[in-house]
């Protein structure tokens, strides 16, 4: 039931193409998940491991969430204790950063 109501929130407040990008340090590699596409989460960690795979460059490297918590945002404290989505590290994308491409902070 949180889940739900967590959900309608942000339909209201934020839209239905709210997505969620993960990106590697180096910001070579970008990935956005986007659940309203009924996409599963499972992509971004299976399509990491085959880039992994195929690419050297990439072996041993780490994807990293590029969206914050909003602490004040309490309707979404269950998502951020228990989703995928947020068990990434989070790595800051400040605007003068040749990484950080015009994404806004979502």
């Known amino acids: 039931m949180r889940n739900l109501l967590s959900g309608l929130i942000n339909l209201f407040t934020e839209g239905i193409g709210k997505g969620y990008t993960y990106e590697t340090y180096d910001g070579k590699y970008k990935f956005t998940y986007v659940p309203s596409k ?3 989460f499972e992509r971004v960690k299976t399509y990491f491991e085959f880039l992994q795979e195929d690419d050297p460059h990439y ?5 990293f969430r ?3 918590r909003k602490p004040l945002q309490f309707w979404n404290w269950y998502s951020y204790m228990f989703s995928e989505a947020y068990s990434f ?3 800051e994308l400040s605007k003068g950063s040749v990484h950080y491409r015009g994404l806004e902070k979502q």
């Open 89 to 91: 590290q989070y790595l």
């Open 59 to 63: 072996k041993g490297t780490e994807l």
């Open 66 to 68: 590029t969206f914050e």
């Open 38 to 40: 009924g996409g599963k």
